[in-house]
T-cell receptor, first 115, second 114 residues
Framework: GQNIDQPTEMTATEGAIVQINCTYQ??????LFWYQQHAGEAPTFLSY????GLEEKGRFSSFLSRSKGYSYLLLKELQMKDSASYLC????????????????FGTGTLLAVQP | ETGVTQTPRHLVMGMTNKKSLKCEQH?????MYWYKQSAKKPLELMFV???????ENNSVPSRFSPECPNSSHLFLHLHTLQPEDSALYLC?????????????FGDGTRLSIL
């Protein structure tokens, strides 16, 4: 089966650093995405990892270990606007759809940034 | 980002009604997706269209019927829905090729079944 686990909720302080973990068991792994979703809005793309290691994009970094089925999203210098749900999603190849892939999502981690 | 537009944003309907959700993407992508997002549950993939051909139907009840008339438009036709179908329905698009492009999402349609 396919399963993605991430914490349901986290709380952090403005200006601090927070790490959101994601573990997965899937078949046909073809990359891992992190999305941010504010209430009532569309999920927006944050980062992508397909090889092991750290990808850094400004205040956001994402890490992947394929052998451990583990990823984390690191948010630095937290701002109030970072309060949102953070979705971990694993991409796997569709067996009969040509180059098309599908995303399998975790339940999301609701992050509350406090002053 | 206005690359993927969904209408309507909110929809209230009775169980015997027929309605349609519309999605339009302005990004030149070749794949489109319907997802269902319920409270406390992961986004659930419903349908995948690649080059206007349905390539995935994720065990979705027949009361949901997708239509993809061209690469820019995707519809979800609804009829005789149940209260448990109340949820946020998200459309997404992507360029599926050898590059590692993310899916881009619309703001969704909030559906309430009376």
């Amino acid at each position: 089966g396919q399963n993605i686990d991430q914490p349901t909720e986290m709380t952090a302080t403005e200006g601090a650093i927070v790490q959101i973990n994601c573990t997965y068991q899937t078949s046909g792994f073809n990359g891992l995405f992190w999305y941010q979703q504010h209430a009532g809005e569309a999920p927006t793309f944050l980062s992508y990892n397909v090889l092991d290691g750290l990808e850094e994009k400004g205040r956001f970094s994402s890490f992947l270990s394929r052998s451990k089925g583990y990823s984390y999203l690191l948010l630095k210098e937290l701002q109030m606007k970072d309060s949102a749900s953070y979705l971990c999603a694993v991409r796997s190849h569709l067996p009969y759809g040509g180059a098309t892939n599908k995303l399998i999502f975790g339940t999301g981690t609701l992050l509350a940034v406090q002053p | 980002e206005t690359g993927v537009t969904q209408t309507p944003r909110h929809l209230v309907m009775g169980m015997t009604n027929k309605k349609s959700l519309k999605c339009e993407q302005h990004l030149g992508h070749n794949a489109m997706y319907w997802y269902k997002q319920s409270a406390k549950k992961p986004l659930e993939l419903m349908f995948v269209y690649s080059l206007e051909e349905r390539v995935e139907n994720n065990s979705v009840p027949s009361r949901f019927s997708p239509e993809c008339p061209n690469s820019s438009h995707l519809f979800l036709h609804l009829h005789t829905l149940q209260p448990e179908d109340s949820a946020l329905y998200l459309c997404a698009s992507s360029q599926e090729d050898s590059s590692n492009q993310p899916q881009h999402f619309g703001d969704g349609t909030r559906l309430s079944i009376l």
